[in-house]
């Protein structure tokens, strides 16, 4: 149980990783608020609800779309209201509609760094206000990518919004440092999830991500609980700053 007593905010929880996550941190003892788009079925979230409340943990849900600026500072103050607080906040929510670069739709382009960055920007913001104001640290997590440190064609609106939650969780481990607010990065390879079942649904573009994979398999959403459940807890306490790559070793497989 490294989660004990900790309350956990996470957005995109409704599927993917940040559903694997949620369950992860309460399965090691956290109280959950669950943020997501509100577009998920609400059998999807009742059963995620139940599976937590089976654990003995409180859990609480909440809708609103995260490009909205103030849809962060809002998941906060139901955390606040329904959990007591915020200990761990781990914005995952995240968007990525494949699209070639030459004629990238605007509305596709700002949609994509709307969703990913300014909208996490400002849900890390209030985490952050939050925890100064209980005035005992916390842990904040940005849910970046591989894609933060290589290109993809097709990916040419979302690769920049990846780097750019690495850096910001690199610009608040100086800034929220003093507070003891820890402030670090996972980078997920390539996990089998919703965002990306229409891509990996052709044959090709499957084998070759599975083949430059040394661990030989694609990533599951549970592959990223234990890196999560990790910086969350108090293990990290010296950990901020850092990111953490979960890619099965495909980003250092040169040749
Ligand atoms: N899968 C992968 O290979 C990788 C994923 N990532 C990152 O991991 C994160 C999670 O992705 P993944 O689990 O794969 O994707 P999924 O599509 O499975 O889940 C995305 C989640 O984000 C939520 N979401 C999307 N748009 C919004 C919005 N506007 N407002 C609020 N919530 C929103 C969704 O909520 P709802 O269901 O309500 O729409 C859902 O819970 C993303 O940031 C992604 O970039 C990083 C590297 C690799
Ligand atoms: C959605 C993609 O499959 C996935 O997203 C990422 O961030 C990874 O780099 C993969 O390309």
Redesign the pocket.
Same mark, same amino acid.
């Given at each position: 149980m490294l989660l004990a007593g900790k309350r956990v905010v996470i957005?995109?929880?409704?599927?993917?990783?940040?559903?694997a996550i949620a369950l992860g941190c309460a399965r090691h003892g956290a109280d959950v608020m669950l943020?997501?788009?509100?577009?998920?079925s609400a059998d999807?979230i009742l059963t995620l609800r139940h599976q937590i409340e089976v654990l003995g943990r409180k859990v609480a849900d909440q809708? $609103?779309? !995260?490009?909205d600026p103030d849809?962060g500072a809002a998941l906060i103050a139901m955390a606040v209201e329904q959990l007591g607080g915020v200990d761990v906040f781990i914005s995952?929510?995240?968007?990525?509609p494949f699209h070639a670069f030459l004629d990238m739709p605007q509305e596709t382009y700002y949609r994509t760094v709307n969703?990913?960055l300014n909208?996490a920007y400002f849900a890390v913001q209030a985490a952050a206000r939050q925890m100064q104001q209980q005035g005992e640290g916390g842990a904040i997590i940005a849910?970046?990518?591989?894609?933060a440190l290589v290109g993809g064609g097709m990916q040419t609106h979302?690769t920049p919004t990846?780097a750019g939650l690495l850096s910001l969780m690199q610009s608040c481990a100086i800034a929220l440092g003093p507070l003891g607010i820890r402030c670090n990065a996972l980078?997920? $390879?390539? !996990?089998?999830?919703?965002?990306?079942r229409e891509d990996l649904a052709d044959p090709h573009k499957r084998s070759t991500m599975q083949n430059r994979i040394p661990l030989g398999r694609l990533?599951q959403?549970e592959d990223l609980v234990g890196p999560a459940v990790f910086l969350a807890s108090d293990l990290a306490r010296y950990v901020t700053g850092a990111s953490l790559l979960v890619d099965g070793g495909m980003y250092v497989n040169l040749q």
């Open positions: 957005t995109g929880a409704s599927r993917g990783i940040g559903r943020g997501h788009s509100g577009r998920s999807d809708a $609103g779309d !995260i490009g849809t995952n929510a995240g968007i990525c969703t990913n909208g849910v970046s990518s591989i894609s979302y990846k980078l997920p $390879g390539t !996990i089998e999830t919703d965002i990306n990533g959403p």
